[in-house]
């Protein structure tokens, strides 16, 4: 293999089709359309596109003495910067309006994250498992762009002195960094999987996958049959990637290895000739949308993220209607970026010399960084909103409503920042042998009840085994971290059978699929001689119930959080209540006959505080009432 191949310097719309196979699975995947469950890999696909192209032009400018490091930062600056900040002056308005004080600061913090290409960072710190949801932050998207964006500010040094001083072994040394890095991402994944999802070092062997095939030859790919096979094989790896993975898998690590490696063999084996899948991919409506694939990006997720929050587009319309006009309205807003932000920014103009395009740059973002600094200045404005909506908007800073213990975070509630060392069993599986014992075991909607019970029935000793994102229930499901499942084993295989408590409550997250798990687990635990509590499915909303809430006193519309209630839990409801009332000795709470019998579900816990501090998860008053209303049917002594 020759670091230096003679590979055709003509334009691969092959290249520009695989962009919009990525742009649309991100999108897709956003938009929750079409069951792409995996389509976050289009980020990982655009890293390997990325590196590709980008090495490929640094290497030519190395070989032939023309690389300039003022040349390569200029060519960034009009690729990146006109449309970035076209979105933001766009987004920032927009969130005038809708967003709220608290939303505002952090939104403001985000900008001037992705101004200074810092958004993987600044995310990275907003990772805790009851921060806000992704669906309140419309710059969220922007981390990839500052995780490429830190890549390019020390990989074009760091090829050009490889380059000029170890040229032989440039393919070895990169080699060996993408080795480094790929381990790192695997060893993160497990251990610490924030860190591995937003840092650079944990990707920057995907986008050196692009880098390599751009500097070395494979002559394999000149065979027609071998290129086939390739493009096939890759394309088959990516479309695996979409549609098996979703958003359970523990991620990056192993599991970016398919779509990278998918992405790679179609760019490699294009350089040699046409294959049955890079006609496709070249395709004019699949290279168009390559083409505005950058812009598609920047404005698809703000787009969605305020009209899940029903207050721009067509509130009120069918879920499907609103995601096809959603679609539709993110592609006409790319098209116009694209042509009249994108197109004439990105080639110099008479007058537009380097330094001109340099101080535009710098003076464009300074703007907007004062504009950020000065909605924090002012805390987020909130004269923007009424003091009431003010007040219950400030359950978002605060979902519980008080200080973290009430889940008891760390020590008997696990979020995915921690190991199953973090486990506390002495205090959080401490037997009292004068008092009932009950075991709350599940996942965070298990961890809600132990405040509220734990207050209302002093007499009773609640221990309690809780993990995020991991269902009671003897099978966790191949979607399911392995934390997660050697949790429940533990717990469920281990635990049980030798310390059987007088009573279990189990809670979790349910979806139809749980039914079957369930009904095993609730004959496994009978055969134990345990009486059991099922907690149905909780209440749930589309956006937090505090912003919900916020926003019906701003527009005056009592009605508003009622609208944004997903439906499909109440059939879940009653499926999980007939599946208790046909299994032995299973009391069964039904949160919507605690909380919907009269009609409209109760939303308040008093006037000022919201029954749930989030789209699902109960506030500390809320735990209490709910806790006060089970004795109807099931009373610890």
Request: hydrophobic share 45%.
């Amino acid at each position: 293999m020759s670091t230096t191949p003679e590979k055709s310097k003509a334009y691969r719309p092959d290249i520009d089709g695989l962009r919009a196979v990525a742009v649309i699975s991100v999108f897709l995947y956003h938009l929750e359309a079409l069951r792409v469950t995996g389509g976050f890999v289009g980020v990982d696909i655009f890293f390997v596109i990325s590196g590709y192209l980008i090495t490929s032009i640094l290497a030519a400018e190395l070989r032939t003495g023309r690389f300039s490091i003022a040349a390569f930062y200029e060519r960034r600056i009009r690729r990146i910067v006109p449309a970035l900040l076209a979105m933001l002056i766009a987004t920032t308005a927009t969130a005038w309006i809708f967003l709220l004080p608290s939303e505002m600061v952090s939104y403001s913090h985000s900008l001037l994250a992705a101004l200074f290409s810092a958004s993987n960072f600044f995310f990275y710190s907003q990772a805790g498992y009851f921060d806000a949801p992704s669906a309140s932050k419309p710059l969220l998207h922007t981390w990839s762009l500052a995780v490429e964006e830190q890549f390019y500010l020390f990989f074009p040094l760091l090829l050009a002195f490889i380059f000029r001083y170890w040229r032989r072994s440039l393919v070895a040394i990169l080699g060996f960094i993408s080795l480094l890095s790929l381990g790192f991402c695997i060893w993160a994944t497990t251990n610490h999987p924030s860190f591995a999802f937003f840092w650079p070092f944990t990707r920057a062997w995907e986008l050196q996958i692009g880098s390599l095939i751009a500097l070395v030859n494979l002559p394999i790919f000149k065979s027609r049959l071998v290129r086939e096979a390739g493009t096939l094989t890759g394309i088959g790896l990516i479309g695996y990637s979409l549609f098996v993975y979703t958003a359970y898998i523990p991620f990056p690590g192993i599991a970016a290895l398919p779509p990278c490696l998918g992405a790679a063999l179609i760019i490699a084996a294009g350089v040699y000739g046409t294959s049955m899948v890079g006609k496709l991919l070249s395709l004019r409506p699949v290279v168009f949308v390559g083409l505005i694939s950058y812009s598609l990006y920047l404005w698809h997720w703000p787009v969605i993220v305020y009209q899940k929050m029903g207050l721009v587009l067509f509130p009120g319309a069918p879920r499907q209607v609103e995601k096809g006009i959603t679609l539709l309205i993110g592609f006409s807003v790319a098209v116009l970026s694209w042509y009249f932000v994108e197109r004439p920014f990105r080639k110099p103009k008479g007058g537009s010399s380097r330094p001109k395009v340099f101080a535009w740059a710098a003076a464009s973002t300074a703007a907007m960084a004062l504009t950020a600094l000065v909605l924090l200045m002012g805390n987020g404005m909130p004269s923007r909103f009424p003091a009431r909506a003010v007040q219950i908007a400030s359950y978002l800073d605060n979902p519980d409503g008080a200080d973290r213990w009430h889940y008891r975070e760390g020590e008997c509630f696990l979020t995915s920042a921690d190991n199953l060392t973090d486990f506390k069993p002495a205090s959080c599986l401490h037997s009292d042998p004068t008092r009932e014992n009950i075991l709350i075991l599940g996942d965070s909607h298990a961890a809600q009840l132990d405040y509220g019970l734990q207050t209302t029935y002093p007499n009773a000793n609640f221990m309690q085994a809780t993990a995020s994102g991991c269902k009671p229930t003897l099978h966790q499901g191949l979607d399911r971290n392995q934390v997660c499942v050697h949790f429940m084993d533990s717990m469920l295989k281990d635990y049980l059978p030798n310390h059987r408590p007088q009573r279990i409550f189990l809670a979790g997250r349910w979806n139809d699929s749980d039914l079957e798990r369930i009904g095993e687990t609730l004959a496994y635990l009978k055969s134990l001689g345990i009486k059991t509590t099922l907690f149905g499915p909780i209440m749930q909303y589309d956006m937090p119930l505090p912003r919900l809430l916020a926003m019906a006193i701003k527009a005056n519309d009592p009605d508003l959080a009622t609208a944004h209630r997903q439906r499909i839990y109440l059939d879940l409801d009653a499926k999980m209540s007939a599946l208790a009332a046909s299994s032995w000795d299973v009391e069964y709470v039904s949160y919507f006959k605690l909380f919907c019998a009269n009609g409209p579900c109760q939303q308040y816990a008093d006037n000022l505080t919201p029954l749930q501090g989030d789209m699902e998860h109960l506030t500390g008053p809320g735990s209490l009432i709910m806790a006060s209303r089970i004795g109807a049917v099931v009373r610890p002594h």
